[in-house]
Each structure stands twice: as C-alpha cells, then as structure tokens.
C-alpha cells in the first residue's frame, strides 16, 4: 500500500529527510572529523520541532573522501534545477536572486505549465 504526504507535513518525517545534528555528531566522532566544519557546510535544513537536519548527499561524501567542501552541485537535482530555472527566463532568474537576498515575491500560480524539452545526450542540451 502506498501512501502519499504533502511537503507541508515533512515535519512528520523530519528526522528521515537527512542528519539529524545527533547523527552527524557521532559520525564526525567516530572518523575524527569536525563536527563545526560540518555544522558550517550542511546544516540547512530546518523542518517542525528539528531544526537542523543535514544533507545527507554532502555529509556522506565528505565523511568517505575525508574532506568538507560543497558536493550538492554535483548531484542530479540540482543539474536539473538549473534547467527549469533557465527554462524561467531573466524575469524568474530575478525573482530567485531576490528571494536570496530575503526580499518576498509575490508569484501567481496556474495551471499553465512549459513543456520541458527531453534530453538524452549531452548535445540535446545545446540545441
């Protein structure tokens, strides 16, 4: 049986989401790692009552290649993320840098999608 939860309620399943700071606290303990450097780089998430909840993607690679750097911009989502964003134009490139820089945006959402183009190859992304 499958049962499906809206984003809204992550906070039920926060603990599942990544790291808990209890988790990568014993990790760093037992590779002799920096638990402060850790805290520096991954901890961004924050869900309901855990309020930090760490990337699991970038924690485990630091922990295997002994070495705390940035490893998110490696990963698939966010590859594919830079596509929707481009597919947005400068107008949504703007609003993105805004809600950066903490400013609010106002948004109006529809049920008007883009078609998003398949790539297979690496050359489909240039055409």
Do not use: H
């Not at 590779?31 to 805290?39: C, D, G, S, T």
């Not at 940035?70 to 989502?77: E, H, I, M, V």
């Amino acid at each position: 049986m499958f049962i499906s939860y809206k984003l809204v309620l992550i906070q039920n399943f926060a603990e599942y989401s990544g790291f808990t700071e209890n988790e990568v606290k014993q990790l760093c303990d037992e590779k002799l790692m920096n638990f402060l450097e850790f805290k520096k780089w991954y901890d961004g998430y924050s869900f309901g009552s855990e309020k930090s909840i760490y990337n699991p993607f970038s924690v485990m690679k630091a922990i295997d290649r002994k070495k705390v750097r940035s490893y998110w911009r490696r990963t698939t989502a966010a590859e594919s993320l830079i596509t929707y964003v481009n597919l947005g134009g400068d107008e949504l490139q703007d609003k993105i840098a805004r809600l950066i820089s903490g400013e609010s945006v106002k948004v109006k959402v529809g049920k008007k999608t883009k078609q998003v183009p398949v790539i297979r190859y690496k050359n489909d992304a240039d055409n």
